[in-house]
């Protein structure tokens, strides 16, 4: 299960109905951040998702309305007497930008703070991986994907007869050594097994224009958080951002099961932006509020509100 909450949905700069960007992802305890806009502190407080949890974080690039929350975030944490490090990862100048933060005031954090400066790579970790690949915004800027480890079939009781044993004490073995010699046969974890379970992908592509590494990066993933900033390319301009019809066009050609919209123009009430897209997109999505919670699943998805 991977819970995510989407603390801020909008982009540029916050107004009454939405914060700007930030989004939480819980899985087994953990708690990471993709960006982290101004007002992010206060989002998790509405949410309940202790700062203290946070073990990672996940910027974009560094336009404010994705790291100006950072601050407030980190001096919290001190407040609170934090002891764990805590580890921030960006693109291009990320080290330079947050030494720099960290000198301004009169502010030290009580933790230590390790800075990853990243370009297209692949970060491993115990049960999961980030991988980070560039986007076009003008600027350094990258989109991130979560991808949980594929997990083993089920064991099939079927398979274990044909083979004349039954359950016992030797399936918990097996599963910790992949293979083991029961009764004289050597046995592996396949072949007592069901087909491997795909483990969750979830891609967030920042701020970017429409590139192909979105689609190469995002394919088959459960769910694609892109933005789309506006309704159409005369709101665009020249700006490096995603109308809704090219966010929706790569959801389909990705193959994606879920789309959700993201990073909307502070231009647009929810109701106006919402009614845009039901006459621009054929595929499935949603179009998250701020505080929106949504749970991924094996067997689905259950979106919910925090509000």
Request: hydrophobic letters at 35%; proline letters at 4%.
């Amino acid at each position: 299960m991977l819970e995510i909450t989407f603390l801020g949905t909008g982009g540029i700069m916050p107004n009454k109905e939405r914060n700007v960007p930030a989004i939480a992802l819980r899985y087994k305890g953990e708690v990471i951040l993709w960006d982290v806009g101004e007002g992010t502190l206060k989002q998790l407080s509405i949410a309940r998702i202790s700062p203290m949890k946070i073990e990672k974080i996940f910027i974009t690039h560094f336009h404010g309305d994705h790291y100006l929350g950072l601050m407030s975030l980190l001096q919290t944490m001190t407040l609170w007497d934090r002891e764990k490090p805590l580890h921030i990862y960006g693109p291009k100048y990320t080290f330079e930008f947050i030494q720099n933060y960290l000198k301004s005031g009169f502010f030290r954090p009580s933790f230590d703070v390790h800075v990853h400066e990243l370009g297209e790579a692949r970060l491993k970790f115990n049960d999961y991986e980030i991988w980070s690949f560039k986007v076009e915004h003008g600027i350094p800027a990258l989109g991130y994907v979560f991808k949980e480890k594929d997990k083993r079939g089920n064991f099939d009781l079927k398979k274990i007869e044909e083979l004349g044993l039954g359950p016992g004490p030797w399936m918990k073995e097996l599963e910790r050594r992949g293979k083991i010699e029961v009764n004289g046969k050597l046995i592996h974890l396949e072949d007592v097994t069901g087909k491997p379970r795909r483990g969750i992908k979830v891609v967030y592509t920042g701020d970017t224009a429409p590139c192909e590494r979105i689609r190469l990066f995002s394919e088959k993933a459960d769910l694609l958080i892109h933005e789309a900033t506006y309704l159409s390319d005369e709101d665009r301009d020249d700006s490096y951002h995603t109308t809704v019809s090219e966010a929706c066009e790569m959801a389909k050609k990705a193959k994606v099961k879920l789309l959700a919209l993201f990073h909307r123009a502070f231009r647009y009430t929810y109701d106006e932006y919402v009614q845009g897209v039901r006459e621009l997109c054929n595929h499935n999505f949603i179009v998250p509020n701020d505080l929106d919670r949504l749970r991924i699943s094996g067997e689905g998805y259950e979106l919910s509100s925090l509000r």
